[in-house]
C-alpha cells in the first residue's frame, strides 16, 4: 500500500477537524487509502478526552489577547499547543495494517519520529510511561491518536522552530515540570526548515508504519474525498496522548 501525503497549507483548526472526519469516513468505506495531512495552524490549544483543566495555565482573557482558539477534541491525552514553526501531521490510517492494536501503532509513530530525528542528527528517545519522543529529558514531539471505525485520525505534533513560550500557557499533555525543546534550539543555523522536516518525516513514517511507497497528492483530492464521505461515522476508540 501507498501512503498519500499531502501539505495542506494554512488550515484553520476547525476545517481540519471536518477534513480528518471526512477522511476517516471515506477510509473506513475502502473508498481511498491511507493518508498523512501536514496542514499550518495558527495558534490554538487543543484538550484531549483525558484533559484535566488544571492542565491550563493562562485564564480565558489571556488566550483572546494573543489570539489562540483553545478547541476540546475527541483524541487521547491532555492539553497541547499548535502554530507556527511546528510541524503537524494527522495520519489516517487503517488500524488493521497494524494488527489493531493502539498501543503498537503509537509505538510505530514514535519510532518514525525517531528515525525522522536521527537523519538531522538529534537522538530521539521514548521515555517508559510517557507517549511522545524526548531529547535529553526535554520533550520535542508530542503524540496524540483517536481511532472511529479501526481507522485513525489526529497524529503528531514536532516541534522544529515554533516559539516555545507558547507551551508556558499549559503543562504539556498535563506534565508538570518538563521542559519542551525543538530542532532549532538543538541544531540552531543547522535545523531544517520546515519543508525538510515535512519530507523527511512522511519518508520515516512511510518507512516505520511498513508502506510500499509514498505519494504526495494535491490538497484539493484530500478535500474532494473527505466532502463526499461526510456525515458517515461509527464506534470510537481513545488512544493515550503525550
Not at 507556527?84 to 518514525?112: C, N, T
Amino acid at each position: 500500500m501507498i501512503l498519500s501525503a499531502c501539505h495542506l497549507g494554512p488550515t484553520p483548526y476547525r476545517e481540519a477537524l471536518a477534513l480528518q472526519e471526512g477522511l476517516v469516513s471515506a477510509r473506513a468505506s475502502g473508498t481511498t487509502g491511507d493518508w498523512l495531512l501536514y496542514p499550518d495552524h495558527s495558534p490554538v490549544l487543543t484538550i484531549g478526552r483525558g484533559g484535566n483543566p488544571e492542565s491550563l495555565i493562562a485564564d480565558a482573557a489571556t488566550l483572546k489577547g494573543r489570539g489562540i482558539e483553545l478547541f476540546e477534541v475527541a483524541r487521547g491525552g491532555d492539553v497541547t499547543w499548535h502554530g507556527p514553526g511546528q510541524l503537524v501531521g494527522y495520519l489516517i490510517a487503517d488500524l488493521s495494517r497494524h494488527g489493531r492494536d493502539l498501543h503498537r501503532f503509537l509505538r510505530d509513530l514514535e519510532q518514525s519520529l525517531i528515525d525522522a530525528l536521527a537523519a538531522f542528527g538529534v537522538a530521539g528517545e521514548r521515555v517508559a510511561g510517557r507517549t511522545g519522543v524526548w531529547v535529553e529529558g526535554e520533550k520535542i514531539a508530542s503524540i496524540g491518536v483517536a481511532v472511529r471505525r479501526w481507522v485513525s485520525y489526529h497524529g503528531f505534533a514536532l516541534n522544529v522552530a515554533p516559539d516555545l513560550g507558547f507551551f508556558d500557557l499549559i503543562h504539556p499533555c498535563g506534565l508538570r515540570g518538563i521542559h519542551m525543546t525543538s530542532l532549532a534550539r538543538r541544531l540552531e543555523e543547522k535545523a531544517p526548515t520546515l519543508a525538510e522536516a515535512r519530507e523527511r518525516v512522511a519518508v520515516a513514517v512511510a518507512a516505520a508504519m511498513g508502506y510500499e511507497g509514498l505519494a504526495w497528492k494535491d490538497p484539493a483530492q484530500a478535500r474532494r474525498l473527505a466532502e463526499e464521505a461526510a456525515g458517515e461515522s461509527g464506534p470510537r476508540a481513545e488512544a493515550h496522548a503525550g
